[in-house]
T-cell receptor
Framework: GQQLNQSPQSMFIQEGEDVSMNCTSS?????WLWYKQDPGEGPVLLIA?????ELTSNGRLTAQFGITRKDSFLNISASIPSDVGIYFC?????????????FGKGTLLTVNP | DAGVTQSPTHLIKTRGQQVTLRCSPI?????VSWYQQVLGQGPQFIFQYYEKEERGRGNFPDRFSARQFPNYSSELNVNALLLGDSALYLC??????????????FGQGTRLTVV
């Protein structure tokens, strides 16, 4: 089945630093979504990407849909303590699997004030 | 507007029991999906329902079943609970299916513990 490889697994950074995380797949995805999840809560949608090569921003967050349709990255600029959490990439596959989201295993972000 | 609401928020059950989890989607959304998230992993797809019909099913045993009601709310049922069913169960709401299914909004989840 489709799998997403998300890296890094965890990051520990200082407040104010920029962060980059990425997601790769062995198969093509039609959409890429990035979510943030706080402990005990459901994932919150941050950015949605629909076209290969698309670059989208949401405040300090920027994400891109890779041109091969098999990867995506998320950048966070000037990190702040409330950026702490687990970030997940997710995507809708092509063809018969387009009804479900496939998730990566997540990147745990810790920001040191 | 209310987001996706799930009930209960926490639940403790004994092995072999049955459980029913409930979800109300965002107003106007017709598609509901269920995901299971075990500790340290990303959510895993269980079911999608649209207009009361099952549109997709993940790799879960037949002990897992679901349904969608005319008001688009949904229930997830799990029979003969196993310890390994302990997880956060997430409901996701989408406007529709296919091209309208791309943005899924999640509820806060139901934390199920099987003892």
């Amino acid at each position: 089945g489709q799998q997403l490889n998300q890296s890094p697994q965890s990051m520990f950074i200082q407040e104010g630093e920029d962060v980059s995380m990425n997601c790769t797949s062995s198969s093509i995805f039609n959409t890429w979504l990035w979510y943030k999840q706080d402990p005990g809560e459901g994932p919150v949608l941050l950015i949605a990407l629909y076209k290969a090569g698309e670059l989208t921003s949401n405040g300090r967050l920027t994400a891109q849909f890779g041109i091969t349709r098999k990867d995506s990255f998320l950048n966070i600029s000037a990190s702040i303590p409330s950026d702490v959490g687990i970030y997940f990439c997710a995507g809708h596959g092509s063809g018969g699997s387009n009804y479900k989201l496939t998730f990566g295993k997540g990147t745990l972000l810790t920001v040191n004030p | 507007d209310a987001g996706v609401t799930q009930s209960p928020t926490h639940l403790i059950k004994t092995r072999g029991q049955q459980v029913t989890l409930r979800c109300s989607p965002i107003s106007g959304h017709k598609s509901v999906s269920w995901y299971q998230q075990v500790l340290g992993q990303g959510p895993q797809f269980i079911f999608q329902y649209y207009e009361k019909e099952e549109r997709g099913r993940g790799n879960f045993p037949d002990r897992f079943s679901a349904r969608q009601f005319p008001n688009y709310s949904s229930e997830l049922n799990v029979n003969a609970l196993l310890l390994g069913d302990s997880a956060l169960y997430l409901c996701a709401s989408s406007p529709g299916t296919g091209a309208l299914n791309t943005e899924a909004f999640f509820g806060q989840g139901t934390r199920l513990t099987v003892v």
